[in-house]
């Protein structure tokens, strides 16, 4: 069975600043979907970033990117030039490509931004 | 808003109770997933239907059943409610689950309070 792992439950960054979330998981697909969201204090899930395991190049959106080692199975989410906005619980998810789309969640990171 | 409209969006009931959540998918989207966030938890999957017929199932407890209907809407029954059962319930749309990337794009969920 897949899991998916947050080791980070909280963490800090000073606005402006660089930070990274970590997150690892474990599969014997080859081929699979990972994702970062967001969910900030509203409550509503938000994509952030998609990565598609097939793909060596990693994924960017604008200040995110993500760092995807497919044989060490991590994939990390960087937030550049952090803004108060970016506070939230980050997610990792992994979505299997076969047989149905059951989606795995990672129990998730809670980021905060200091002015 | 990501355009996947979610009904009641509380709802608070006894315990032993029946409740029905809907979900309404953005337009176009075929594949309806349901998850459960209990507080401060991560999100569990499910269930995942695509264009009526179930596709993936998760650890969905025998007292909850879903299905989606030929408009492409979709209901989560739960019944003989339980006080850990109170969470927030999430509904997600995606185009095609074999589509490239197979974005989810979320509702605002429903937010489940059962006494």
């Known amino acids: 069975a897949q899991t998916v792992t947050q080791s980070q439950p909280e963490m800090s960054v000073q606005e402006a600043e660089t930070v990274t979330l970590s997150c690892t998981y474990d599969?014997?697909?080859?081929?699979?979907?990972l994702f970062w969201y967001k969910q900030p204090p509203s409550r509503q899930m938000i994509l952030v970033i998609r990565q598609e395991a097939y793909k060596q190049q990693n994924a960017t959106e604008n200040r995110f990117s993500v760092n995807f080692q497919k044989a060490a199975k991590s994939f990390s989410l960087k937030i550049s030039d952090s803004q108060l906005g970016d506070t939230a619980m980050y997610f990792c998810?992994?979505?299997?490509?076969?047989?149905?789309?059951?989606?795995?969640f990672g129990a998730g990171t809670r980021l905060f931004v200091k002015a | 808003d990501s355009g996947v409209t979610q009904t009641p969006k509380h709802l608070i009931t006894a315990t032993g109770q029946r409740v029905t959540l809907r979900c309404s998918p953005r337009?176009?989207?075929?594949?309806v997933y349901w998850y459960q966030q209990s507080l401060d938890q991560g999100l569990q999957f499910l269930i995942q239907?695509?264009?009526?017929?179930?596709?993936a199932k998760g650890n969905i407890l025998e007292r909850f059943s879903a299905q989606q209907f030929p408009d492409l809407h979709s209901e989560l029954n739960l019944s003989s409610l339980e006080l850990g059962d109170s969470a927030l319930y999430f509904c997600?749309?995606?185009?095609?689950?074999?589509?490239?990337?197979?974005?989810?794009?979320f509702g605002p969920g429903t937010r489940l309070t059962v006494t």
């Open positions: 998810a992994f979505m299997r490509s076969t047989g149905g789309f059951k989606t795995i």
């Open positions: 239907y695509y264009n009526g017929e179930e596709r």
């Open positions: 599969t014997s697909e080859s081929n699979y979907y």
């Open positions: 997600a749309s995606s185009v095609d689950p074999t589509s490239r990337a197979n974005e989810q794009y």
């Open positions: 337009s176009g989207d075929l594949s």
